[in-house]
């Protein structure tokens, strides 16, 4: 034996060395929930350690990661019921909270980079994140609202907007509604490739928005279906998306390799609140090392080629780098 592989991991500083992929800080992105009210700060029962917060606390949550080297944050509004309609009215009335949280998230710490989320379903007493009429979720009707909270949530501060609806069209929709008024520099991350996964449930509890009926298979992607998201990527990208994003991302690391194969733009992948969980939870009944199945699983991801995670495990990772 001439060739031992071995050699190179002989010891932690040629580990070292060698590591092809390495997590940074500075690739992550932090979901945040907001909720209305002052003093508030409620845990998400099944996301152990990731809370909702009123607007004063949030500020709060937003000093501390800064300070720990995270400085992007995709900000998610928790609405009651009494504000939602089957238009999401709420989601451009310019006294809604979620757009004076934005602004002030942005006005008291103008070096954070805000995203925000554009879709309907926080808003919608139908839980979806488009009109739903007879059981159908209409797609054209949908974009008119969209643009109207993008320009909201532009006009509020956001740095980046993200599209999760996959409704078609969105992007160049947006882009065009967002430039017509001036909005030219804020940027689209799309939810190119979203599926209909199994993974959200965590999330749709933390915003109380599940589907009242029905599914969300008629927009989001089959999980069996690789190349249709290229078809997705494409589109995206010819109608001025800056970012293409990938989600969930643990079960679909052969779609972000894919995209990153095919595109030349940055891609994002969403690290879904059920990846948290699953680890969380295992962790908590002494099944397995959360830390490290929380490394060993954003690792994959950037492995896998993107160059922008979100994650709920971003101010853990953070905390680690310290
Ligand atoms: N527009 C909805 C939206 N935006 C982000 C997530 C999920 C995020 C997560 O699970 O962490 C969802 C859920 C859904 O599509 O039902
Ligand atoms: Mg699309």
Known sequence: MNIRPRRNRKSAVIR???EETRLSTKDFIFPLFVIEGTNQKEEVASMPGIYRHSTDLLLKEVEECLTLGIKAFDLFPAYPESKKDK???ESHNPDTFYLKAINKVKTTFPEACIMTDVAMDPYSSDGHDGIVKDGNILNDETLE???KMAIAQANAGADILGPSDMMDGRVGFLREALDNVGHTEVSI???????????YNP??????SAPKAGDKKTYQMDPANLHEALIEAELDEAEGADFLMVKPALAYL???RLLKENTNLPIAAYNVSGEYSMI????????L??????????????????NIILSYFAKEFAKLQG
Do not use: C, N, P
């Not at 999330?203 to 109380?208: I, S, V």
């Not at 969380?280 to 099944?287: E, I, M, N």
């Open 16 to 18: 070292g060395m060698i």
């Open 87 to 89: 238009m999401a009215t």
């Open 145 to 147: 609202v969209l643009a």
């Open 189 to 199: 991350m799309s939810y190119t490739a979203k599926y209909a996964s199994a993974f």
């Open 203 to 208: 999330f749709r509890d933390a915003l109380d």
């Open 254 to 256: 052969d779609v972000i």
């Open 280 to 287: 969380k939870a295992a962790h908590q009944k002494g099944w």
């Open 289 to 306: 090392d959360g830390e490290r199945a929380m490394l060993e699983s954003l690792l994959s991801i950037k492995r896998a080629g993107a």
